[in-house]
């Protein structure tokens, strides 16, 4: 005989007394506390009936006269409870009379119940069900049914306590139960894999799955109970058709077997109990199956919420993990191997599997690498000579390549699963859960799990380590680039080393500096006109340290052979382009010398030392083109420095140059002075760019032309040096003629090349920059002396009266541009005339050719017509023709034609042309 199990929406037997404790809740959480509640209320169980207000009272008895017996007939909902206690108390016999006629045996067994509850609770307490042994067949027999209520309703409560296999230690405790209550001889559980495709023999001292079964029917009695859900109660087990192939390994003297699922509240199979009675004992039946499906119902339940309950204990560890990865990946990054460790150890104890191994993908090869492979014991594990195989090879290959999971239960079934490595180990494979690691879309590796140490490897496991893996791909991206990025820091070293070598000066170039022979006069160099095209490097280079020498002669703190390193430094660290090298850093430099002397003392100490190092470091490192080309190219600088690109670069290498050993002429300084000569350097630097000289120039003139300037405000002086830096970077255009000229033709060296550049591109440069408009170049020379370098040097001599010769140079190299732009415009002039001339000289003679070549034609045409007529004939000697003198005036006919122009008719008409040409003009 068969049934369907029990509905569980059917009526239970109550939860006695059931609490919702605070630790309860604490466990659950309060959403999964409300569910349970509701459930209670409405589900399969009833609240036990506490209330005995609905409950017939009878009247009480004639001796207790003295109690109005009215009080019975009022509102109970009105009256005092103390008032009934205090009733009560007085008169136990009405009391007793009540019970005795009006409650039943269940409520008094009830009342019982909630008496003993404590000591009850106390004595079974289920706080740590794993191991607890249930009473024994009688005693629990012999147990109230309130009792075994109760101790449901414990178990129910404490099921959140259970860790661990909570499948098996859960339901062996309930088919114990079972077992006793029915008399069974023995029982056989069977557990479900979480896809519910089958069920395996459960043992608690197995560590993989006994008896693997397909769940279908037409096979064994357990499989059929699985497939249909139905219970079934069979008397002749070995016999039935509906299980051919038996009941497993079942004793053969069983008479009778109940075999009943076991469901969850969502309807999913948890598993199935074969409850057996041997010959000799009464069969199982119907109302056997009652029970076994009360009990199994709460069962299911139980095991829900302790499903859930495990399942936010492994949530919570998840989390716990993924925060510390996370910590890992910015904190605790020393290595790819050391994250691949992290990784591995925390994926075997995730899926509680026996081994792991992660393979990263090597694009360029196409093939997986490991260098530790399974690793089974934890962080200690000796690092190990690094594998590879084809990408397209094994489980590992194959999930790489498609990028899919695979949850395979029986290794060696699987074609895809490569036995080499379990031959040369001999570890055999049952399980594995191999799954990709992505990051940005793509495959950078793959992690393999081996055998799960207790059944097979499951969808919560597949769901728990797909959470794990974008954390696992975020930590071994950025170990990667981590080892990028410490790969890049070492070559930079070297590169920096390699280059420091180069760029710095050696021994013998000092010595060559300090013996270097100066042929310039000390009083030509003092000058602002003093012309630097005719030194050579190392003269300037010595020149350099002189001046500055000269400037600090008092201050004792700058080493002259620190110095000297740092100048020919300098020197080395300017490119060969046209116009930003070195020359023309010793011409800036030399004018800053010029305007720090010609300030009668107004600029002295570190702020001097600020302004000439400055000028002497401002352009270092130049490539010969400006800031626009660097930000329309995009150039690692301009991505590096976004506004005033090239000064940004050109402090920075100032500052690089200083920490070089022995280079650091500001070592001596104190720790402020030493901040504030550096930040003076910086701002001196940056001010060379001509962006800032238009606003820094306009607040500065207002302020002087109110008569507000005051050289005790650090902003104002600051605003000076920036005039003053920018005055002595374009000095050239207040040199003398022949120096301002030969500057002014390699700085349109530099732009023309520029220029040139930005056509190749397929871009139009600026006029200035454009080698076609060439013959322009006195017009913006006129342009750049008028709009920037004559006002700065007139508002510099207002500040410094000393700095007059600037001013007085400007305007004499203005006067010779403007004289080139006028007579630049005269020739023009002229050459327009002298075209016109020409174009009127071409039309008059192209009509006089036009009207010979019409005459000539005409002439020709008539010629042989003549020739035609003068032609002999003999018949009539007297025609034309035949007459000499008739031949002779033909020929004299034609020359006199009027279509034809005599030379010297031809010679007054070109004569009468360029007349009336004259008259025009």
Same mark, same amino acid.
């Given at each position: 005989?068969?049934?369907?199990?029990?509905?569980?929406?059917?009526?239970?037997?109550?939860?006695?007394?059931?609490?919702?404790?605070?630790?309860?809740?604490?466990?659950?959480?309060?959403?999964?506390?409300?569910?349970?509640?509701?459930?209670?209320?409405?589900?399969?169980?009833?609240?036990?009936?506490?209330?005995?207000?609905?409950?017939?009272?009878?009247?009480?008895?004639?001796?207790?006269?003295?109690?109005?017996?009215?009080?019975?007939?009022?509102?109970?909902?009105?009256?005092?409870?103390?008032?009934?206690?205090?009733?009560?108390?007085?008169?136990?016999?009405?009391?007793?009379?009540?019970?005795?006629?009006?409650?039943?045996?269940?409520?008094?067994?009830?009342?019982?119940?909630?008496?003993?509850?404590?000591?009850?609770?106390?004595?079974?307490?289920?706080?740590?069900?794993?191991?607890?042994?249930?009473?024994?067949?009688?005693?629990?027999?012999?147990?109230?049914?309130?009792?075994?209520?109760?101790?449901?309703?414990?178990?129910?409560?404490?099921?959140?306590?259970?860790?661990?296999?909570?499948?098996?230690?859960?339901?062996?405790?309930?088919?114990?139960?079972?077992?006793?209550?029915?008399?069974?001889?023995?029982?056989?559980?069977?557990?479900?894999?979480?896809?519910?495709?089958?069920?395996?023999?459960?043992?608690?001292?197995?560590?993989?799955?006994?008896?693997?079964?397909?769940?279908?029917?037409?096979?064994?009695?357990?499989?059929?109970?699985?497939?249909?859900?139905?219970?079934?109660?069979?008397?002749?087990?070995?016999?039935?058709?509906?299980?051919?192939?038996?009941?497993?390994?079942?004793?053969?003297?069983?008479?009778?077997?109940?075999?009943?699922?076991?469901?969850?509240?969502?309807?999913?199979?948890?598993?199935?109990?074969?409850?057996?009675?041997?010959?000799?004992?009464?069969?199982?039946?119907?109302?056997?199956?009652?029970?076994?499906?009360?009990?199994?119902?709460?069962?299911?339940?139980?095991?829900?919420?302790?499903?859930?309950?495990?399942?936010?204990?492994?949530?919570?560890?998840?989390?716990?993990?993924?925060?510390?990865?996370?910590?890992?990946?910015?904190?605790?990054?020393?290595?790819?191997?050391?994250?691949?460790?992290?990784?591995?150890?925390?994926?075997?104890?995730?899926?509680?599997?026996?081994?792991?191994?992660?393979?990263?993908?090597?694009?360029?090869?196409?093939?997986?690498?490991?260098?530790?492979?399974?690793?089974?014991?934890?962080?200690?594990?000796?690092?190990?000579?690094?594998?590879?195989?084809?990408?397209?090879?094994?489980?590992?290959?194959?999930?790489?390549?498609?990028?899919?999971?695979?949850?395979?239960?029986?290794?060696?079934?699987?074609?895809?699963?490569?036995?080499?490595?379990?031959?040369?180990?001999?570890?055999?494979?049952?399980?594995?859960?191999?799954?990709?690691?992505?990051?940005?879309?793509?495959?950078?590796?793959?992690?393999?799990?081996?055998?799960?140490?207790?059944?097979?490897?499951? @969808?919560?496991?597949?769901?728990?380590?797909?959470?794990?893996?974008?954390?696992?791909?975020?930590?071994?991206?950025?170990?990667?680039?981590?080892?990028?990025?410490?790969?890049?820091?070492?070559?930079?070293?070297?590169?920096?080393?390699?280059?420091?070598?180069?760029?710095?000066?050696?021994?013998?170039?000092?010595?060559?500096?300090?013996?270097?022979?100066?042929?310039?006069?000390?009083?030509?160099?003092?000058?602002?006109?003093?012309?630097?095209?005719?030194?050579?490097?190392?003269?300037?280079?010595?020149?350099?340290?002189?001046?500055?020498?000269?400037?600090?002669?008092?201050?004792?703190?700058?080493?002259?052979?620190?110095?000297?390193?740092?100048?020919?430094?300098?020197?080395?660290?300017?490119?060969?382009?046209?116009?930003?090298?070195?020359?023309?850093?010793?011409?800036?430099?030399?004018?800053?010398?010029?305007?720090?002397?010609?300030?009668?003392?107004?600029?002295?100490?570190?702020?001097?030392?600020?302004?000439?190092?400055?000028?002497?470091?401002?352009?270092?490192?130049?490539?010969?083109?400006?800031?626009?080309?660097?930000?329309?190219?995009?150039? @690692?600088?301009?991505?590096?420095?976004?506004?005033?690109?090239?000064?940004?670069?050109?402090?920075?290498?100032?500052?690089?140059?200083?920490?070089?050993?022995?280079?650091?002429?500001?070592?001596?300084?104190?720790?402020?002075?030493?901040?504030?000569?550096?930040?003076?350097?910086?701002?001196?630097?940056?001010?060379?760019?001509?962006?800032?000289?238009?606003?820094?120039?306009?607040?500065?003139?207002?302020?002087?032309?109110?008569?507000?300037?005051?050289?005790?405000?650090?902003?104002?002086?600051?605003?000076?040096?920036?005039?003053?830096?920018?005055?002595?970077?374009?000095?050239?255009?207040?040199?003398?003629?022949?120096?301002?000229?030969?500057?002014?033709?390699?700085?349109?060296?530099?732009?023309?090349?520029?220029?040139?550049?930005?056509?190749?591109?397929?871009?139009?440069?600026?006029?200035?920059?454009?080698?076609?408009?060439?013959?322009?170049?006195?017009?913006?020379?006129?342009?750049?002396?008028?709009?920037?370098?004559?006002?700065?040097?007139?508002?510099?001599?207002?500040?410094?009266?000393?700095?007059?010769?600037?001013?007085?140079?400007?305007?004499?190299?203005?006067?010779?541009?403007?004289?080139?732009?006028?007579?630049?415009?005269?020739?023009?002039?002229?050459?327009?005339?002298?075209?016109?001339?020409?174009?009127?000289?071409?039309?008059?003679?192209?009509?006089?050719?036009?009207?010979?070549?019409?005459?000539?034609?005409?002439?020709?045409?008539?010629?042989?017509?003549?020739?035609?007529?003068?032609?002999?004939?003999?018949?009539? @000697?007297?025609?034309?023709?035949?007459?000499?003198?008739?031949?002779?005036?033909?020929?004299?006919?034609?020359?006199?034609?009027?279509?034809?122009?005599?030379?010297?008719?031809?010679?007054?008409?070109?004569?009468?042309?360029?007349?009336?040409?004259?008259?025009?003009?």
């Amino acid at each position: 005989m068969s049934t369907k199990q029990i509905n569980t929406n059917s009526p239970l037997p109550p939860l006695g007394s059931f609490k919702t404790d605070k630790n309860l809740e604490k466990s659950f959480g309060s959403k999964e506390l409300t569910e349970l509640m509701s459930i209670i209320a409405e589900g399969p169980f009833r609240k036990p009936l506490h209330n005995i207000e609905k409950m017939e009272i009878s009247s009480p008895s004639s001796t207790q006269s003295n109690v109005d017996p009215n009080i019975f007939l009022k509102d109970l909902s009105t009256l005092d409870p103390e008032i009934i206690f205090s009733f009560l108390k007085k008169s136990p016999k009405i009391l007793d009379s009540f019970v005795e006629e009006h409650v039943s045996i269940e409520m008094l067994e009830l009342w019982l119940g909630g008496k003993t509850y404590t000591k009850f609770q106390d004595n079974i307490s289920l706080a740590s069900l794993v191991g607890y042994d249930l009473p024994s067949s009688t005693s629990w027999k012999n147990t109230s049914s309130f009792e075994r209520q109760r101790f449901m309703g414990t178990f129910f409560e404490n099921v959140h306590g259970l860790m661990g296999d909570v499948h098996g230690t859960l339901l062996t405790q309930i088919a114990n139960c079972c077992a006793s209550v029915l008399d069974a001889a023995d029982y056989v559980l069977y557990l479900a894999d979480e896809s519910a495709k089958s069920i395996w023999t459960y043992s608690p001292e197995s560590i993989t799955n006994i008896n693997l079964q397909t769940i279908k029917e037409g096979s064994t009695l357990p499989c059929y109970v699985a497939a249909t859900l139905e219970t079934v109660i069979c008397e002749k087990p070995f016999t039935d058709q509906r299980f051919p192939h038996g009941v497993n390994d079942t004793d053969e003297n069983i008479a009778s077997i109940l075999c009943s699922p076991i469901i969850l509240p969502h309807g999913d199979l948890a598993g199935i109990l074969q409850l057996n009675r041997a010959f000799g004992t009464q069969a199982f039946t119907e109302k056997d199956n009652q029970i076994v499906n009360g009990y199994l119902a709460w069962g299911g339940i139980a095991l829900h919420y302790a499903e859930m309950f495990q399942g936010m204990q492994k949530q919570r560890k998840l989390n716990d993990f993924l925060l510390s990865v996370t910590r890992s990946i910015f904190q605790d990054i020393v290595s790819m191997d050391k994250v691949i460790m992290k990784i591995m150890n925390f994926a075997q104890t995730l899926v509680d599997a026996d081994r792991t191994s992660l393979f990263l993908v090597d694009t360029k090869t196409e093939e997986l690498y490991a260098r530790i492979f399974d690793i089974g014991i934890g962080l200690d594990t000796k690092l190990r000579k690094e594998i590879r195989f084809p990408k397209s090879k094994g489980v590992a290959g194959y999930v790489a390549t498609t990028g899919e999971t695979l949850n395979i239960k029986k290794a060696y079934d699987d074609p895809r699963f490569n036995r080499e490595i379990d031959q040369q180990t001999g570890y055999t494979t049952h399980s594995l859960l191999c799954m990709p690691i992505f990051i940005r879309g793509n495959i950078i590796g793959v992690v393999q799990m081996v055998n799960k140490k207790k059944g097979v490897f499951t @969808p919560n496991d597949e769901k728990a380590f797909q959470t794990f893996a974008v954390y696992c791909g975020l930590a071994l991206h950025h170990a990667k680039l981590y080892d990028k990025i410490r790969r890049s820091e070492q070559k930079y070293k070297v590169a920096l080393e390699v280059l420091s070598y180069h760029s710095t000066c050696n021994e013998n170039e000092i010595w060559a500096v300090r013996n270097c022979e100066k042929k310039t006069k000390w009083e030509d160099i003092s000058r602002f006109e003093f012309n630097a095209f005719d030194l050579k490097e190392l003269e300037m280079a010595s020149i350099s340290i002189d001046l500055f020498r000269d400037l600090f002669q008092s201050d004792s703190r700058f080493d002259l052979t620190e110095l000297t390193r740092f100048v020919l430094t300098v020197r080395k660290n300017y490119r060969r382009v046209p116009y930003h090298n070195w020359t023309h850093a010793f011409t800036v430099a030399h004018c800053m010398y010029c305007v720090v002397k010609s300030s009668a003392g107004i600029i002295d100490g570190l702020e001097a030392v600020a302004l000439y190092v400055a000028c002497l470091c401002h352009d270092l490192d130049h490539r010969g083109k400006n800031n626009e080309w660097m930000k329309v190219e995009g150039t @690692p600088l301009a991505s590096v420095y976004t506004t005033s690109t090239l000064e940004h670069h050109h402090f920075n290498q100032t500052v690089t140059i200083l920490q070089h050993e022995g280079h650091n002429i500001f070592s001596q300084l104190s720790q402020s002075e030493y901040k504030r000569v550096l930040a003076t350097v910086r701002d001196c630097i940056l001010a060379t760019d001509l962006a800032q000289f238009f606003g820094n120039k306009a607040k500065l003139f207002d302020i002087v032309k109110k008569n507000e300037f005051n050289w005790k405000l650090e902003e104002h002086r600051a605003m000076m040096r920036a005039l003053a830096m920018t005055c002595c970077d374009l000095s050239a255009c207040a040199k003398p003629w022949k120096t301002q000229y030969e500057t002014v033709k390699v700085i349109f060296q530099e732009f023309y090349a520029q220029g040139d550049e930005e056509k190749a591109l397929g871009r139009t440069p600026v006029p200035m920059m454009d080698r076609d408009t060439a013959d322009k170049l006195p017009n913006h020379q006129v342009g750049f002396l008028v709009g920037i370098c004559v006002p700065g040097y007139e508002l510099l001599a207002k500040l410094i009266p000393g700095t007059v010769p600037l001013v007085d140079g400007a305007k004499k190299n203005l006067s010779v541009w403007n004289a080139m732009v006028k007579k630049q415009n005269e020739e023009k002039e002229k050459n327009n005339h002298e075209n016109v001339d020409k174009e009127h000289l071409a039309v008059n003679t192209k009509d006089i050719q036009e009207v010979e070549k019409s005459n000539e034609q005409n002439a020709r045409r008539k010629t042989n017509e003549l020739n035609a007529i003068k032609k002999p004939n003999e018949n009539n @000697p007297d025609r034309i023709g035949n007459n000499p003198d008739d031949s002779n005036s033909v020929t004299q006919s034609v020359v006199r034609s009027p279509g034809m122009l005599s030379e010297a008719r031809r010679n007054k008409l070109l004569k009468n042309s360029k007349s009336s040409l004259r008259i025009k003009k």
